[in-house]
Structure formats: C-alpha cells, structure tokens
C-alpha cells in the first residue's frame, strides 16, 4: 500500500482488527521510508444492485437514499436512529439475498413498509401514503383501518 505522506509504494502492517459488524477490517501500517503511520480499512466490494423503476429505468440502488425515506417517514417521531439503521441493514441484506442484480423498486417498498409497520405506525402510514400514492381519504382511511386491525389480531397496542 502506497504511503499517503511520502508516496512511497510499500508499507508494513503492523496491526489487523476485524470491526465489531466483522464487515470490514481495519489495519494500522506504518512506512518504512519515512516511518509515519497510517490506517487502512478493507471490506467487500459488493457488485452493484440495481432497481428496476416503474417505467423500467434502472437506477443504482442507494443505502443512503433508502435511509432517507426512512428517515423522513420517522420525523419527529420517538424512534432510535439504531432502530432505524437496524431496518436499513435488513433490508439491504434481504434484498442483495434475494436478487443478484436487479431488484423491482416495488419489492423494496415492501420491504420498508414491512420494517416500518413494526416499529412505529405513524411512520409506516406516513411512508405508505407516499409509497402507495394514496388518491383520497377513503383509501387513506382504510390503510390506518387494516393497520389497526391486524395490530388488534397480534396483540400489539401503539401509542402516540
């Protein structure tokens, strides 16, 4: 590995440790031409994912981007950015196990309306008024209806 202070081509590591996710190791190297040293991290390079869009664009499937949409559903609500990141992680996992390359962006709506529902209501009404483009009250008011009715049926209670 190339020396970031004197650019010389060969460094020696000194020290590996796997981080505490065991998805990337990190490396304490130091160079033998000027002696300074330096961090490295190494992890998988995963092959791209791409979503297939309603009119069948493909896009580049983006963390950062799903993290957004969650994010935005959770605003100003009680939830724990660990709760969240936790149901980005999964759902990134489930989908790169369940599809080589391309991946229906309807799929992963799914996905964070199913993470959503169980961690707080409000945000899986919030994103499913968004995701399923509601067109009026009624069908709004339909959603919140089966949302209470299966929490009824699995013994779950929400409060604001």
């Known amino acids: 590995m190339r020396c970031p202070y004197c650019y010389h081509n060969d460094s020696r590591v000194l020290e590996s440790r ?8 990190r ?15 190494e992890k998988v390079e995963m092959a791209p994912l791409l979503i297939i869009k309603k009119d069948n664009r493909r896009e580049e499937f983006s963390r950062e981007k799903l993290l ?17 990141e936790q149901a980005v992680d999964a759902i990134e996992r489930e989908i790169r196990s369940e599809y080589d390359k391309e991946v229906p ?10 993470k959503l529902r169980a961690i707080d209501a409000v945000a899986y ?36």
Not at 18 to 25: P, Q
Not at 105 to 114: L, N, Q, S, T, W
Request: aromatic share 6%.
């Open 125 to 160: 009404v919030r994103f499913a008024s968004v995701y399923r483009q509601f067109r009026d009250v009624e069908t709004f008011a339909q959603e919140i209806l089966h949302l209470l009715d299966s929490e009824k049926i699995g013994g779950k209670k929400h409060e604001n």
């Open 68 to 84: 957004r949409g969650i994010l935005k559903a959770c605003e100003k609500r009680p939830i724990a950015m660990e709760s969240i």
């Open 27 to 41: 490396r304490r190297r130091e160079c033998p031409a000027c002696l300074k040293r330096f961090t490295t991290y």
């Open 105 to 114: 962006a309807e799929r992963i709506g799914e996905k964070v309306m199913e």
């Open 18 to 25: 796997a981080s505490e996710d065991h998805a990337s190791i």
